[in-house]
């Protein structure tokens, strides 16, 4: 059988010669503290930046005795992507 879907050539394509897209990435999370989902958030927020993207993090806390490094002031790489909005939020409702 023959493949009858070519790729299109670069010379086709003129999107695949421009330079990668600078996107704004913002990672909402409740509480930025030491646990596997901040880690996660972290680490992806930091691959984004390596990518060359602007990265903004939304918290509602984010104690800085007890977070990752990587946002502890002032030298976190991502001290300064963090935003803390809505410290009036419970971090939990009825002790659940």
């Given at each position: ?36 989902a901040e880690q996660l ?39 300064n992507a963090v935003h ?7 971090p939990n409702i009825l002790?659940?």
């Amino acid at each position: 059988f023959k493949n009858t879907m070519a790729m299109p050539s670069q010379s086709e394509n003129p999107a695949s010669t421009s330079e990668p897209k600078v996107r704004k990435v913002v990672f909402v999370h409740l509480d930025l503290g030491i646990g596997g989902a901040e880690q996660l958030v972290l680490s992806l927020a930091t691959a984004s930046q390596d990518l060359g993207h602007k990265v903004e993090i939304v918290t509602s806390h984010c104690a800085q005795d007890h977070c990752f490094s990587h946002v502890k002031k002032p030298d976190g790489r991502l001290c300064n992507a963090v935003h803390v909005w809505g410290e009036w939020i419970p971090p939990n409702i009825l002790g659940k």
